[in-house]
């Protein structure tokens, strides 16, 4: 099947609005592939990190993420081999990985890696441009939020959970400028589009926003 006729649904949305939870179990009812564009940015930021990279050196940024050597494994992300699905999802590295996807060559360097995702019989990814910039011509797009108040809240229960040491305070600051920053940047910025169904779930459970997703897939497949 050429991979412009295959099906693709784009989550797009801001942080910790719980995109990536819902693509993933979208992704497992239709049983279509996933894609977290997020992840690579993270995957980025990591070597960035090891490497003692400065992040500003946009050359240096972009060299790591075209010699990115990555696999997504079922739920685990490989970094050369090594296990890093929990190390991404550090806060250093949340942090670096939203300020270096506003650089231009970073996500030229990572724009065909994403693309390669879109197989038979379909793909579900979830990012902050997914549907204006990498997938213009998804079947659906959906822009999900949540108030910052109530995502802060779900980011800060996950790390709890995880052991990790949270100030609510903190996370709350950190989701009110990282919501700056996606928006403002030159690059993509973070944003609605005209073409893009809102989903807001701040009173929704997982599985309501799931099942939101799923019947508007429906809808636009009999269109």
């Known amino acids: 099947m050429e991979s412009h006729i295959i099906p693709v649904i784009t989550i797009d949305g801001p942080s910790a609005s719980g995109k990536g939870t819902v693509a993933q179990m979208v992704a497992q009812k239709l049983a279509y592939h996933y894609l977290d564009s997020g992840a690579l940015y993270r995957l980025v930021a990591l070597v960035a990190i090891r490497s003692n990279t400065d992040c500003a050196n946009e050359s240096d940024i972009a060299d790591i993420a075209s010699h990115l050597n990555a696999t997504f494994d079922g739920s685990s992300i490989l970094l050369n081999g090594e296990d890093v699905s929990d190390a991404i999802r550090s806060e250093q590295c949340s942090k670096l990985a939203s300020i270096i996807a506003g650089q231009p060559a970073v996500r030229a360097a990572l724009l065909q890696r994403q693309c390669a995702f879109r197989q038979s019989p379909g793909l579900v990814t979830d990012g902050r441009d997914m549907g204006s910039a990498v997938f213009p011509d998804a079947s659906l797009k959906i822009f999900l939020t949540a108030s910052a108040e109530e995502r ?41 589009q005209v073409d893009t169904k809102l989903l807001d779930t701040t009173f929704l459970s997982i599985e309501e926003a799931v099942n939101e997703v799923l019947r508007l897939h429906n809808a636009a497949c009999k269109n």
């Open 152 to 192: 802060a809240r779900r980011r800060y229960k996950q790390l709890i959970e995880k052991g990790i040491n949270a100030n609510m305070q903190s996370i709350l600051q950190d989701i009110y400028e990282r919501d700056t920053r996606d928006s403002n940047r030159d690059i993509s910025p973070l944003k609605q």
